[in-house]
């Protein structure tokens, strides 16, 4: 058990915050293995000022479990404080307000948001510290090494942060410009976390336990960031928690585990946002389910194709049919 600000965390796995993928009901189908902090999707600051309704949707519900992160992002501080404002109005279920300065997508970047703001560091600090002090919640900061090879700066921003008053820093380890691309440059990262007193989290290529045990001995990190590695592998989470609790490997799920996984956050997610909406979100995510099993390739496709919870059904019998035959 650690502790951010004074709310204890009890775990070493943190849902990352991924665009159209972690929704209510994802967090609380990741909750049901063991993930012991979870992200909103990044919300933007503008979408908030505009009272856009669809942003409003992204920020936690009446009925979230705790502890959760409300993730925000912006490219202009006096945009940001106006949006914590409106934020602290609308909802105080919540622990931590985290700044996203980490995404690498051009369509964010462009607007000096996300990990753009790395290339100006000491605004970044300067913003940082406003948060800080307009936030009624623990301010978490998401980053990245840098913004190019020639521009990796994030040792010297970390005590700069921890001075300015940020309760945590997650750090994906790669470059703006790597996007999600080649390797996360664990090998600049060694021992990081004597660097600053406040807990890290890191995050890049980790997909399995014993990705987890490497970034963790290599960083001293807190915890682990999970994000495309536990897409259509939820189980992983459970993996890495009951390891670090009583030093057990579970083994990796069997494939009618793994469709009983997607059956079940399919109709999380319809319950969320109807059948329609739930059904598309789950078109860019069923296909991770059936990943790394031989003869699954042909329902790929299919599973992108679904447009209702009976077709979804019906492709999970074809598979377990077909695996009665191998």
């Given at each position: 058990?650690w502790?951010?600000?004074?709310?204890?965390?009890?775990?070493?796995?943190?849902?990352?915050?991924?665009?159209?993928?972690?929704?209510?009901?994802?967090r609380?189908?990741?909750?049901?293995?063991?993930?012991?902090?979870?992200?909103?999707?990044?919300?933007s600051?503008?979408?908030?000022?505009?009272?856009?309704?669809?942003?409003?949707?992204?920020?936690?519900?009446?009925?979230?479990?705790?502890?959760?992160?409300?993730?925000?992002?912006?490219?202009?501080?006096?945009?940001?404080?106006?949006?914590?404002?409106?934020?602290?109005?609308?909802?105080?279920n919540?622990?931590f307000?985290?700044?996203?300065?980490?995404?690498?997508?051009?369509?964010?970047?462009?607007n000096?948001?996300?990990?753009?703001?790395?290339?100006?560091?000491?605004?970044?600090?300067?913003?940082?510290?406003?948060?800080?002090?307009?936030?009624?919640?623990?301010?978490?900061v998401?980053?990245?090494?840098?913004?190019?090879?020639?521009?990796?700066?994030f040792?010297?921003?970390?005590p700069?942060?921890?001075?300015?008053?940020?309760s945590?820093?997650?750090?994906?380890?790669?470059?703006?410009?790597?996007?999600?691309?080649?390797k996360?440059?664990?090998?600049?990262?060694?021992?990081?976390?004597?660097?600053?007193?406040?807990?890290?989290?890191?995050?890049?290529?980790?997909?399995?336990?014993?990705?987890?045990?490497?970034?963790?001995?290599?960083?001293?990190?807190?915890?682990?960031?999970?994000?495309r590695?536990?897409l259509?592998?939820?189980?992983?989470?459970?993996?890495?928690?009951?390891?670090?609790?009583?030093?057990?490997?579970?083994?990796?799920?069997?494939?009618h585990?793994?469709?009983?996984?997607?059956?079940?956050?399919?109709?999380?997610?319809?319950?969320?946002?109807?059948?329609?909406?739930?059904?598309?979100?789950?078109?860019?995510?069923?296909?991770?389910?059936?990943?790394?099993?031989?003869?699954?390739?042909?329902?790929?496709?299919?599973?992108?194709?679904?447009?209702?919870?009976?077709?979804?059904?019906?492709?999970i019998?074809?598979i377990?049919?077909?695996?009665?035959?191998?």
């Amino acid at each position: 058990m650690w502790k951010i600000a004074n709310t204890e965390i009890n775990g070493k796995t943190i849902l990352a915050p991924m665009a159209g993928i972690t929704t209510f009901a994802y967090r609380e189908f990741m909750r049901s293995f063991g993930v012991a902090l979870c992200y909103t999707e990044m919300i933007s600051d503008s979408g908030l000022i505009f009272n856009n309704e669809k942003t409003y949707e992204y920020l936690p519900r009446r009925e979230e479990k705790r502890p959760t992160t409300i993730q925000l992002f912006g490219g202009e501080k006096e945009k940001l404080l106006s949006a914590i404002e409106k934020i602290e109005k609308y909802t105080d279920n919540y622990d931590f307000l985290d700044l996203n300065l980490g995404c690498p997508v051009p369509k964010v970047t462009r607007n000096n948001g996300g990990s753009a703001w790395l290339k100006h560091p000491n605004e970044l600090i300067s913003m940082v510290e406003a948060v800080v002090k307009a936030s009624t919640k623990p301010v978490t900061v998401k980053i990245r090494i840098g913004w190019d090879e020639k521009h990796i700066n994030f040792k010297e921003l970390l005590p700069k942060l921890e001075a300015v008053g940020v309760s945590l820093i997650a750090i994906h380890l790669r470059t703006t410009k790597q996007l999600y691309g080649g390797k996360a440059r664990y090998d600049l990262a060694y021992n990081i976390q004597d660097l600053v007193s406040i807990p890290l989290v890191v995050s890049g290529d980790i997909y399995s336990l014993d990705d987890a045990l490497k970034a963790l001995e290599i960083t001293g990190a807190k915890a682990v960031m999970l994000a495309r590695g536990q897409l259509g592998n939820p189980f992983l989470a459970a993996q890495i928690e009951t390891y670090f609790k009583n030093g057990e490997r579970l083994p990796d799920p069997t494939l009618h585990e793994q469709l009983d996984y997607l059956w079940t956050l399919a109709n999380m997610m319809v319950k969320e946002k109807g059948e329609h909406t739930g059904i598309l979100v789950m078109r860019g995510i069923a296909h991770h389910f059936i990943k790394g099993f031989s003869f699954t390739k042909t329902f790929r496709v299919k599973l992108t194709k679904m447009s209702t919870l009976a077709n979804l059904a019906a492709i999970i019998k074809e598979i377990k049919d077909q695996a009665l035959l191998t």
